[in-house]
């Protein structure tokens, strides 16, 4: 009976840990080369974004440098960072624990 | 180099098919296959090194990335050399189609790099480069970098043609205003 409470008390830090684990961010960066309509087909097809809020992030990277384009868990994060480069726009990962 | 263009897309059965109309004059395959030698070399693997760290994460990316690159070459390469573009309308499934606007895309980069460095982003970014332009062989990989842009609105057009809907007349200084929508979502 006492290892399993033990065992539940490990479960259940180690699942508190994951939650608190903080989320990263994926953002693109802006550059001179890449069209407009392009940086908005790659945000409709690499994420599935809707035309509108495709057009919303790629304004964002045109006026402002940069846009957080997801934000969610660090591996998924990763992969759509390569899709991205896949498609030759400059994009980075960021922890938001790093703030 | 003269360029005449008209794109779409068609539904042959259920797949779709993209149709690149975007003539060029007798020769200038060749100008832009010259232009463009040395691009797919490699991929720029500072973008994966700033994002995975110098990891083995990293390293994959690479030799992903350097894969991707050699398909995109060998698409760009084979419609040149059999001077597709010189022939008339250029029909290509939609995957091949999107590795093209791909590969137009790290033309393009390239050429801003190498050839065009000395142009700013702002007069590349305009199109209107032409007071830097200062020898020929910068006109003609100036030329090229227009024809790659042109290319891929054609096929983006042609792969999706809501894509451009509200695009034209953006700048910086008016175009669609915020929304006021949070500045990103997550899933």
């Not at chain 2, 083995?56 to 084979?78: F, K, N």
């Not at chain 2, 290509?92 to 033309?107: F, N, Q, T």
């Not at chain 2, 209107?128 to 910068?138: H, Q, V, Y």
Request: hydrophobic content about 40%; overall charge negative; aromatic content about 6%.
């Amino acid at each position: 009976m006492k290892a399993a409470a033990s065992e539940t008390e490990t479960l259940t830090r180690e699942a508190t840990a994951v939650e608190t684990t903080p989320p990263w961010r994926v953002v693109v960066l802006n550059d001179p080369v890449n069209l407009m309509s392009y940086v908005v087909l790659v945000f409709k097809r690499v994420f599935g974004y809707p035309t509108v809020k495709a057009r919303k992030h790629m304004l964002e990277v045109h006026r402002l440098g940069r846009s957080v384009v997801w934000t969610g868990p660090r591996e998924r994060a990763e992969l759509y960072v390569h899709q991205l480069h896949q498609w030759k726009l400059s994009a980075i990962l960021e922890s938001e624990g790093t703030d | 180099m003269c360029i005449s263009c008209t794109s779409g897309n068609s539904l042959q059965f259920w797949k779709v098919k993209v149709r690149i109309n975007l003539r060029i004059g007798p020769g200038d395959s060749e100008a832009l296959r010259r232009n463009i030698r040395g691009v797919w070399t490699g991929p720029k693997e500072e973008l994966s090194r700033r994002a995975f760290g110098d990891s083995d994460l990293a390293d994959a990316m690479v030799a992903d990335l350097a894969e991707d690159y050699a398909s995109e070459g060998e698409l760009v390469d084979r419609l040149l050399l059999e001077k597709s573009f010189e022939k008339g309308p250029v029909l290509l499934a939609e995957g091949e189609a999107e590795v093209l606007l791909r590969a137009c895309s790290a033309i393009r980069l390239a050429l801003r790099e190498g050839s065009l460095g000395e142009v700013p982003d702002e007069a590349l970014e305009a199109g209107e480069a032409d007071d830097w332009l200062t020898a020929p062989r910068m006109r003609e990989a100036f030329a090229c970098y227009l024809f790659f842009a042109g290319l891929q609105e054609h096929i983006i057009h042609g792969l999706d043609p809501a894509v451009h809907e509200g695009l034209n007349g953006l700048d910086d200084a008016g175009g669609d205003s915020d929304d006021g929508e949070e500045p990103a979502e997550t899933e």
